[in-house]
């Protein structure tokens, strides 16, 4: 449990128009599960890159945790992290009756200290070719139409281009400025329903996905020439199936099976990877033996309510996607576990226990720390709120006694 002091800090809010305040004869607090003041150590200057955002019909809490002040005439603040930062607290709000779901974003806590904003969040990761972009005008269009030049009728460069271009998708940018990791998208379908899925939402989410799915099936041939161009330029570069555009790519292992045999067959350079949902164990095992080299399991929980409540799976369960891991290890892969971390459920005692009974079972070369981007009280509706949340900061650090902690996949 954290016993670090609380924070000497004030509140920050937003008025009517989302202009940002701070108010120093008032102490926030935040939420970790439960609702209380912050903590000094959980605390950072906001870095660069960080997004301020409105929290429109919700009040923001201070005050005393026992019995939080709501203040009618203002908005709660959030914001939003950059990429390499874990979360460590959400904004702690009343909401209004009839206040409007929240859009997929990764809401922190965020509030003032020393004369400036000051967010909930811990950096878990270095990695210079995730840091914001910036091109110059015409830049990316420029290297989008070399690209495309070169393999005009490739169904899958037609996507990554509206990927890079609309979604801002660095690994679909890099297809076309020819560094890091590769992109390819190759399943239209999902046999999962996460109520933060970014390709496709309920109809009566209340609010849009932020990307379109694909809706083709990508061939072999179409993914291996990407790859091989991408692996020709890069050497040292990763290809990736398993993209935020798409759904599960286990669902479609026979392309992916003769697309990696067709890499392989040309080249040994670079590294091949799949991020997946881990829902087909035996799927897995074929893009092994096709020569897989890395994987990414992507998890909310180890604690099978908490998983299926979120990812609502159709015909699989959480004691599939653990299996996948050990699969993978045991295959000598590069294994990394997406885990989607949210306070209150990432920290709650049992689901730490939980984590730390499977990575002190399975090689596990990293769990990347990503923040669950989710309209909080739809999570804690569906998952439940903690019985005892031992901090962010405490989860954090068991995680990293048993494997390395990062954002971002690494091949190395
Ligand atoms: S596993 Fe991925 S594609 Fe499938 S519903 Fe979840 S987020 Fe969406």
Request: glycine share 8%.
């Amino acid at each position: 449990m954290n016993s670090a002091a609380p924070a000497r800090a004030s509140l920050a809010y937003c008025d009517a128009r989302g202009r940002i305040f701070f108010d120093e004869r008032t102490r926030p607090l935040a939420d970790g599960g439960v609702v209380r003041p912050p903590l000094a150590d959980e605390l950072i200057p906001a870095p660069a890159g960080t997004v301020e955002m409105v929290l429109p019909g919700r009040r923001p809490l201070a005050g005393d945790a026992v019995a939080p002040r709501a203040s009618e005439r203002r908005n709660a603040l959030a914001v939003a992290l950059p990429a390499g930062y874990t979360r460590l607290l959400l904004p702690a709000y009343r909401a209004d009756p009839g206040a409007p779901p929240l859009p997929l974003f990764g809401y922190t806590f965020a509030c003032e200290l020393d004369d400036r904003l000051h967010v909930a969040a811990a950096r878990t990761d270095e990695h210079d070719d995730w840091r914001p972009r910036y091109f110059a005008r015409g830049e990316l269009e420029t290297a989008i139409a070399r690209r495309r030049e070169r393999d005009p009728g490739n169904a899958v460069l037609a996507q990554l281009a509206v990927c890079a271009r609309e979604y801002g998708c660095f690994t679909a940018q890099n297809v076309f400025l020819e560094r890091g990791e590769a992109a390819l998208p190759v399943s239209p379908t999902c046999n999962a329903r996460c109520l933060g899925c970014i390709s496709e939402l309920d109809a009566d989410a209340g609010i849009p996905s932020p990307q379109r799915r694909i809706d083709f099936e990508a061939t072999a041939e179409a993914l291996a020439r990407i790859a091989l161009a991408h692996l020709e330029r890069v050497p040292d570069g990763v290809v990736s199936f398993g993209q935020g555009c798409e759904g599960e790519p286990l669902l479609r292992i026979a392309a992916i099976e003769r697309a990696i045999e067709r890499i392989r067959g040309a080249t040994q350079a670079g590294t091949v990877n799949l991020n997946t949902n881990g829902s087909l164990p035996r799927s897995l095992q074929r893009a092994i033996d096709a020569g897989l080299q890395a994987v990414r399991i992507s998890l909310n929980s180890f604690r099978p309510h908490a998983y299926a409540a979120y990812y609502r799976p159709l015909g699989y369960a959480l004691e599939d996607v653990l299996e996948s891991a050990r699969i993978a290890s045991r295959a000598g892969l590069r294994v990394s576990l997406n885990l989607l971390t949210h306070p209150g459920v990432t920290d709650d005692e049992q689901e730490v226990a939980a984590a730390n009974e499977f990575l002190s079972s399975v090689r596990v070369d990293m769990v990347q720390t990503r923040t669950l981007n989710v309209d909080p009280q739809v999570y804690f509706d569906a998952v439940g709120r903690p019985a005892r949340p031992l901090g962010m900061r405490f989860a954090l650090d068991a995680l990293a006694l048993r494997t390395q902690l990062g954002n971002f996949t690494h091949t190395h």
